[in-house]
């Protein structure tokens, strides 16, 4: 029987209604309109769009959200002083860095210049510190959205073997973080996986729930999962194909059309992780606007 698709598009216009709600009460009863400013570096199209449709869902629930755009050739001290500024702009709760930076940057010295009570991408080292302490105060957005994709589909990760494939510092970490944590909507046993991993197979077959985040189009396939397993593919990639107007389309990490005839669920890319990873910032961008009002 073929698996059910976890739908993440539905799931993040739950989640954005649920914002909206949050963000009017904000301005009514606290005279407080949560503010974004997003900053984008260079001319990739991919983070463009990506930019793009950040700011459309935040116009959708009434967050005030503005871009900043910087040039390719950008100095690093120049970004410095834009982040610096935009940290004492009582306008923007939240700042968002698209990543990745032109290479004349230094990635890890920008994020750190952000101020945590700004960070509301949850990647600066006092949020991920505070994450692995179990006292999030911003959970990463794509990790932070896996966890409601699965508990809003009824597939609570609670006693589940969960394995994560990829070790990055924007999926990989931060999801297996999440999930381990002692606490209701998490309590799983947590495997990561990655390039230095030995006989990979024998692992994502114990999954109960697999997390792709691997950046390698359709790496995992039938024969690495076991029957009834719960799939989140965070992969998006582009693979050639001729038959369409662009030449490419776009698909994750999962052999999806293999996969889900083992699985009981699955997400699909596009329309998976990708819109919740949207839905998780509004949510901490209205997270930052609702703490700032309080301090």
Known sequence: MPAKIIDGVKIAEQVRAEVAVEVRELKDGKGVTPGLAAILVGDNP???????????????????????????????????????????????????????LPRQINEGRTINTIDPRKDIDGIHPVNMGRLLLGEPVYVPCTPSGVQQMLLRSGYSPEGKHAVVCGRSIIV??????????????????????????????????????????????RCITADMVKDGVVVIDVGINRVPDPSTKTGYRLVGDVDFDAVKEKAAAISPVPGGVGPMTIAMLLVNTTKAARLASNA
């Open 46 to 100: 991919a983070s463009a769009i990506y930019v793009r449709n950040k700011g459309r869902a935040c116009q959708e629930v009434g967050i005030f959200a503005e871009t900043y755009k910087l040039p390719e050739d950008t100095a690093e001290a120049d970004l410095l002083d834009l982040i610096g500024k935009l940290n004492g702009d009582s306008r923007f709760h939240g700042i968002l860095l698209q990543l990745p």
């Open 172 to 217: 990989g970490k931060p999801v297996a973080a999440i999930l381990m944590q002692k606490k209701a909507g998490a309590n799983a046993t947590v495997t990561i996986c990655h390039t230095g991993t030995k006989d990979l197979l024998s692992i994502t077959r114990q999954a109960d729930i697999l997390i792709a985040a691997m950046g390698s189009p």
